[in-house]
């Protein structure tokens, strides 16, 4: 089992950036491939960018495409989401996931463990 904590959430206005972060305890972080979804009210929660164990590839929405990178290091347990040219449309509730499949996935439900999210805001 793992744990998750997203920080780095804020208020920022369009064209600029934030970083978010989730810390991870519990079972070796290494172990999972691990996520970024976020859900807007009265949306669903969507996929935005994924990340394989070792780090070495990664898979993005086409929404974030070239704007945000997710990047991890096993050896502090944290994977980060830098988000680059936001735009009021990324305004949402960010969530840190794990997954213990061993391919990348876009699908939350392959997801088993969450965090308890982080608000990003994004004023025009």
């Known amino acids: 089992q793992v744990q998750l904590v997203e920080s780095g959430g804020g208020l920022v206005q369009a064209g600029g950036s934030l970083r978010l972060s989730c810390a991870a305890s519990g079972r070796t972080f290494s172990s999972y491939v691990m996520g970024w979804f976020r859900q807007a009210p009265g949306k669903e929660r969507e996929f935005v960018a994924t990340?394989?164990?070792?780090?070495?590839?990664?898979y993005y929405a086409d929404s974030v495409k070239g704007r945000f990178t997710i990047s991890r290091d096993n050896a502090k347990n944290t994977v980060w989401l830098q988000m680059n040219s936001l735009k009021p449309e990324d305004t949402a509730v960010y969530y840190c996931a794990a997954c213990v499949r061993a391919l990348l996935t876009s699908t939350p439900r392959e997801y088993g463990y969450w965090g308890q999210g982080t608000q990003v805001t994004v004023s025009s």
């Open positions: 990340i394989t164990r070792s780090g070495g590839h990664t």
